[in-house]
T-cell receptor, first 112, second 115 residues
Framework: KAGVTQTPRYLIKTRGQQVTLSCSPISGHRSVSWYQQTPGQGLQFLFE???????NKGNFPGRFSGRQFSNSRSEMNVSTLELGDSALYLC???????????FGPGTRLLVL | AQKVTQAQTEISVVEKEDVTLDCVYE???????LFWYKQPPSGELVFLIRRNSFDEQNEISGRYSWNFQKSTSSFNFTITASQVVDSAVYFC????????????FGGGTRVLVKP
Protein backbone atom coordinates (compact mmCIF):
# COMPACT_ATOMS: atom_id res chain seq x y z
CA LYS A 1 0.00 0.00 0.00
CA ALA A 2 1.41 3.38 -0.95
CA GLY A 3 2.32 5.72 1.88
CA VAL A 4 1.38 9.32 2.45
CA THR A 5 2.52 11.54 -0.41
CA GLN A 6 3.12 15.26 -0.30
CA THR A 7 3.70 17.71 -3.10
CA PRO A 8 5.76 19.66 -3.76
CA ARG A 9 8.74 18.37 -1.80
CA TYR A 10 10.60 21.67 -1.92
CA LEU A 11 9.38 25.20 -2.37
CA ILE A 12 10.97 28.63 -2.35
CA LYS A 13 8.75 31.69 -1.99
CA THR A 14 9.20 35.33 -1.12
CA ARG A 15 7.60 37.27 1.69
CA GLY A 16 4.02 38.28 1.00
CA GLN A 17 3.31 35.45 -1.42
CA GLN A 18 0.95 32.62 -0.69
CA VAL A 19 1.53 28.89 -0.98
CA THR A 20 -0.58 25.75 -1.25
CA LEU A 21 0.71 22.36 -0.12
CA SER A 22 -0.94 19.09 -1.02
CA CYS A 23 -1.23 15.79 0.81
CA SER A 24 -2.61 12.44 -0.35
CA PRO A 25 -3.28 10.07 2.54
CA ILE A 26 -2.81 6.32 2.63
CA SER A 27 -5.64 4.64 0.76
CA GLY A 28 -8.59 4.16 3.08
CA HIS A 29 -7.40 6.67 5.66
CA ARG A 30 -9.96 9.34 6.40
CA SER A 31 -8.16 11.55 8.89
CA VAL A 32 -5.43 13.96 7.81
CA SER A 33 -3.35 16.13 10.12
CA TRP A 34 -0.75 18.78 9.40
CA TYR A 35 2.30 19.69 11.48
CA GLN A 36 4.95 22.36 11.19
CA GLN A 37 8.53 21.59 12.16
CA THR A 38 11.08 24.32 12.81
CA PRO A 39 14.43 24.22 14.65
CA GLY A 40 13.19 26.70 17.23
CA GLN A 41 9.66 25.47 17.94
CA GLY A 42 9.96 21.80 17.11
CA LEU A 43 6.94 19.87 15.86
CA GLN A 44 3.71 21.78 16.23
CA PHE A 45 0.19 20.74 15.32
CA LEU A 46 -1.55 22.86 12.69
CA PHE A 47 -4.93 21.21 12.07
CA GLU A 48 -6.78 17.95 11.58
CA UNK A 49 -9.46 17.05 9.07
CA UNK A 50 -11.88 14.17 9.04
CA UNK A 51 -14.64 13.66 6.49
CA UNK A 52 -13.98 17.10 5.00
CA UNK A 53 -14.47 18.81 8.38
CA UNK A 54 -11.82 20.52 10.44
CA UNK A 55 -11.90 18.78 13.82
CA ASN A 56 -9.05 20.48 15.57
CA LYS A 57 -6.85 23.50 15.05
CA GLY A 58 -3.53 24.45 16.57
CA ASN A 59 -2.38 27.82 17.76
CA PHE A 60 -1.51 29.40 14.42
CA PRO A 61 -2.67 32.68 12.87
CA GLY A 62 -5.54 32.79 10.41
CA ARG A 63 -3.05 32.97 7.53
CA PHE A 64 -2.82 29.20 7.88
CA SER A 65 -5.81 27.38 6.49
CA GLY A 66 -6.64 24.01 5.08
CA ARG A 67 -9.30 21.83 3.62
CA GLN A 68 -10.05 18.22 2.88
CA PHE A 69 -11.73 16.85 -0.20
CA SER A 70 -14.22 14.02 -0.53
CA ASN A 71 -11.42 11.61 -1.51
CA SER A 72 -9.63 12.50 1.77
CA ARG A 73 -6.85 14.39 0.00
CA SER A 74 -5.97 17.57 1.84
CA GLU A 75 -4.43 20.92 1.09
CA MET A 76 -3.08 23.58 3.35
CA ASN A 77 -2.63 27.19 2.40
CA VAL A 78 -0.45 29.89 3.90
CA SER A 79 -1.17 33.44 2.80
CA THR A 80 1.04 36.51 3.14
CA LEU A 81 4.13 34.47 3.83
CA GLU A 82 6.57 35.60 6.50
CA LEU A 83 10.20 34.62 6.97
CA GLY A 84 9.20 32.66 10.06
CA ASP A 85 7.00 30.38 7.98
CA SER A 86 10.11 28.68 6.64
CA ALA A 87 9.74 25.14 7.90
CA LEU A 88 9.18 21.50 7.11
CA TYR A 89 5.45 20.89 6.76
CA LEU A 90 4.44 17.35 7.51
CA CYS A 91 1.18 15.69 6.69
CA UNK A 92 -0.02 12.58 8.51
CA UNK A 93 -2.94 10.28 7.86
CA UNK A 94 -4.76 7.78 10.03
CA UNK A 95 -7.57 5.35 9.50
CA UNK A 96 -9.80 7.14 11.96
CA UNK A 97 -9.38 9.87 14.52
CA UNK A 98 -7.17 8.74 17.43
CA UNK A 99 -5.59 5.96 15.39
CA UNK A 100 -1.85 5.86 14.68
CA UNK A 101 -0.74 8.68 12.39
CA UNK A 102 1.56 7.86 9.49
CA PHE A 103 3.61 10.69 8.07
CA GLY A 104 4.56 11.75 4.59
CA PRO A 105 8.03 12.96 3.52
CA GLY A 106 7.13 16.58 4.11
CA THR A 107 7.37 19.79 2.12
CA ARG A 108 10.34 22.02 2.85
CA LEU A 109 9.28 25.63 2.47
CA LEU A 110 11.84 28.42 2.35
CA VAL A 111 10.59 31.98 2.51
CA LEU A 112 13.05 34.63 1.32
CA ALA B 1 -2.50 20.64 28.90
CA GLN B 2 -0.34 17.95 27.42
CA LYS B 3 3.43 18.08 27.60
CA VAL B 4 6.24 15.74 26.55
CA THR B 5 9.81 16.19 27.70
CA GLN B 6 12.86 14.52 26.24
CA ALA B 7 15.71 15.69 28.42
CA GLN B 8 18.45 14.22 26.24
CA THR B 9 19.15 16.39 23.22
CA GLU B 10 21.88 14.23 21.72
CA ILE B 11 23.36 10.80 22.38
CA SER B 12 26.47 9.45 20.72
CA VAL B 13 27.34 5.75 20.86
CA VAL B 14 29.57 3.28 19.12
CA GLU B 15 27.94 0.59 17.01
CA LYS B 16 26.60 -2.41 18.95
CA GLU B 17 26.12 -0.39 22.14
CA ASP B 18 22.63 -0.13 23.59
CA VAL B 19 20.87 3.26 23.57
CA THR B 20 18.08 4.25 25.94
CA LEU B 21 15.99 7.33 25.21
CA ASP B 22 14.09 8.98 28.03
CA CYS B 23 10.60 10.42 27.76
CA VAL B 24 8.46 12.00 30.47
CA TYR B 25 4.92 13.19 29.82
CA GLU B 26 2.13 15.17 31.45
CA UNK B 27 -1.56 14.78 30.74
CA UNK B 28 -4.86 15.05 32.57
CA UNK B 29 -6.42 12.34 30.41
CA UNK B 30 -7.00 8.94 32.00
CA UNK B 31 -6.89 7.27 28.60
CA UNK B 32 -4.12 8.28 26.26
CA UNK B 33 -1.60 6.92 23.78
CA LEU B 34 2.16 7.17 23.71
CA PHE B 35 4.30 6.89 20.60
CA TRP B 36 7.86 6.81 19.40
CA TYR B 37 8.74 8.12 15.95
CA LYS B 38 12.09 8.14 14.16
CA GLN B 39 13.15 10.94 11.83
CA PRO B 40 16.13 10.08 9.60
CA PRO B 41 17.95 12.84 7.70
CA SER B 42 15.44 12.54 4.85
CA GLY B 43 12.89 14.20 7.12
CA GLU B 44 10.03 11.73 7.12
CA LEU B 45 8.70 10.73 10.53
CA VAL B 46 8.64 6.95 10.76
CA PHE B 47 6.24 5.33 13.22
CA LEU B 48 7.93 2.88 15.58
CA ILE B 49 5.63 1.98 18.47
CA ARG B 50 2.36 2.93 20.15
CA ARG B 51 1.15 2.08 23.65
CA ASN B 52 -2.25 2.49 25.27
CA SER B 53 -2.22 4.00 28.75
CA PHE B 54 -4.02 0.94 30.10
CA ASP B 55 -1.35 -1.44 28.89
CA GLU B 56 1.80 -1.16 30.96
CA GLN B 57 3.24 -4.41 29.73
CA ASN B 58 6.71 -3.81 28.40
CA GLU B 59 7.63 -5.53 25.20
CA ILE B 60 10.47 -6.20 22.87
CA SER B 61 10.16 -5.95 19.12
CA GLY B 62 13.34 -6.93 17.35
CA ARG B 63 16.06 -4.58 18.56
CA TYR B 64 13.50 -2.16 20.03
CA SER B 65 12.08 -2.34 23.54
CA TRP B 66 10.18 0.08 25.70
CA ASN B 67 9.55 0.66 29.37
CA PHE B 68 6.21 2.28 30.18
CA GLN B 69 5.77 3.32 33.82
CA LYS B 70 2.53 5.12 34.50
CA SER B 71 3.50 5.84 38.12
CA THR B 72 6.38 8.02 36.99
CA SER B 73 4.79 9.15 33.68
CA SER B 74 7.71 7.81 31.73
CA PHE B 75 7.90 5.99 28.42
CA ASN B 76 11.52 5.10 27.72
CA PHE B 77 12.74 3.48 24.53
CA THR B 78 15.79 1.27 24.04
CA ILE B 79 17.64 0.28 20.90
CA THR B 80 19.69 -2.85 21.51
CA ALA B 81 22.93 -3.45 19.63
CA SER B 82 22.74 -0.15 17.78
CA GLN B 83 23.64 0.11 14.12
CA VAL B 84 24.75 3.06 12.00
CA VAL B 85 21.34 3.06 10.30
CA ASP B 86 19.77 3.87 13.67
CA SER B 87 21.29 7.35 13.49
CA ALA B 88 18.32 9.70 13.48
CA VAL B 89 16.26 12.00 15.66
CA TYR B 90 13.79 10.14 17.84
CA PHE B 91 10.57 11.75 19.01
CA CYS B 92 8.31 10.71 21.83
CA UNK B 93 4.68 11.79 21.39
CA UNK B 94 1.42 11.77 23.30
CA UNK B 95 -2.20 11.94 22.20
CA UNK B 96 -5.39 12.04 24.18
CA UNK B 97 -8.97 13.31 24.06
CA UNK B 98 -8.28 16.43 26.15
CA UNK B 99 -6.25 17.85 23.27
CA UNK B 100 -8.50 16.56 20.53
CA UNK B 101 -6.28 13.57 19.86
CA UNK B 102 -3.57 15.62 18.20
CA UNK B 103 0.01 14.46 18.68
CA UNK B 104 2.07 16.45 21.18
CA PHE B 105 5.76 15.88 20.55
CA GLY B 106 8.82 16.13 22.73
CA GLY B 107 11.81 18.09 21.52
CA GLY B 108 13.50 15.00 20.12
CA THR B 109 16.76 13.20 20.87
CA ARG B 110 19.41 13.02 18.19
CA VAL B 111 21.14 9.63 18.17
CA LEU B 112 24.48 9.30 16.46
CA VAL B 113 25.80 5.79 16.04
CA LYS B 114 29.45 5.68 15.06
CA PRO B 115 30.97 2.68 13.31
Amino acid sequence: KAGVTQTPRYLIKTRGQQVTLSCSPISGHRSVSWYQQTPGQGLQFLFEYFSETQRNKGNFPGRFSGRQFSNSRSEMNVSTLELGDSALYLCASSLMVSETQYFGPGTRLLVL
Amino acid sequence: AQKVTQAQTEISVVEKEDVTLDCVYETRDTTYYLFWYKQPPSGELVFLIRRNSFDEQNEISGRYSWNFQKSTSSFNFTITASQVVDSAVYFCALSGPAAGNKLTFGGGTRVLVKP
